[in-house]
């Protein structure tokens, strides 16, 4: 499979390794410094770029007829714009908010966590995420699908970054220290115990694997989908 990568920083180079490994070819290298480029080359296009260009680079794939998946954070507010044109011109695409296999186990355990602890009032449950100090977005991505799948199954309506205004908000705390792909916890907090589950990334290969994965997949398809797709998550619950 001929490869485009929309962002060639830490995540793409990773990419990069992992899909060369899995016999891949990469066509095309955009970052920053590139201007001119035919997207058209590639079979799929894989979207690590940053929040202020990634609508731009997902429309140009989709307009185009190349499949595409994105895990860059940060963009959402375009998201329903990006599902609408894939809609229109027919087109094939994964936005996730993390692609790593073990982050989307996570996630299904976070939100069962959720129904359990539905109509147990003494637990406040709260969000921590870890993170280099390269990430540009706070919260991250991933803390925001979390905080999305307690709200979904539990009795909180929002989240908050840092400080909650009442006490159905989740309050998602940030920090970045050098050196951290990613850790994760979500904590449910009573005056007798707590209980938390965690997930803590070693380095980034996981993400881009899934992110490769997902784009193998992807391809000969119409539609937009997610990692429960890709993963058969569904299926098998």
């Keep these: 499979m001929n490869i485009a990568l929309l962002g ?27 201007h001119e480029y035919d997207i058209r080359i590639a079979d799929c296009a894989i979207d690590f ?3 202020t260009v990634a609508y731009s680079n997902i429309s140009n794939c989709l307009l185009n007829k190349i499949p595409v998946v994105s895990g860059t954070t940060g963009w959402l507010n375009q998201y329903i714009d990006a599902t609408n044109l894939c809609k ?17 186990i996570f996630f299904e355990l976070n939100a069962y966590l959720a129904k359990m602890m539905k109509n147990l009032n003494s637990y406040n449950v709260s969000i921590e995420e870890i993170h280099h100090v390269n990430k540009l977005d706070a919260p991250s991505g991933t803390a925001i699908t979390l ?8 009795a909180a309506k ?6 909650t205004k009442n006490e159905n908000e989740i309050p ?10 990613g850790t994760h916890t979500v904590d449910y907090y009573s005056e007798v115990d707590s209980i938390s589950i965690k ?7 996981g993400f881009a694997l899934g992110a490769v994965l997902a784009a193998e997949w992807l391809v000969g398809k119409k539609g937009i989908y997610t990692m429960k797709d890709v993963l058969g998550i569904n299926k098998n619950l």
């Design 88 to 104: 229109v011109e027919q087109g094939a695409f994964i936005y996730a908010s993390n692609f790593s296999v073990g982050v989307n």
């Design 49 to 51: 770029s940053i929040p």
């Design 158 to 163: 929002s989240w908050a970054l840092d400080v």
């Design 147 to 154: 905080a999305e799948g307690v709200i979904a199954n539990n």
């Design 8 to 34: 060639y920083g830490r995540m793409g180079k990773t990419i990069e390794q992992i899909a060369l490994q899995r016999g891949h070819k990469i066509v095309l290298k955009v970052d920053e410094n590139t």
């Design 172 to 181: 998602i705390t940030s920090k970045r220290i050098p050196d951290v792909p």
């Design 199 to 205: 997930h803590v990334a070693h380095n980034r290969n």
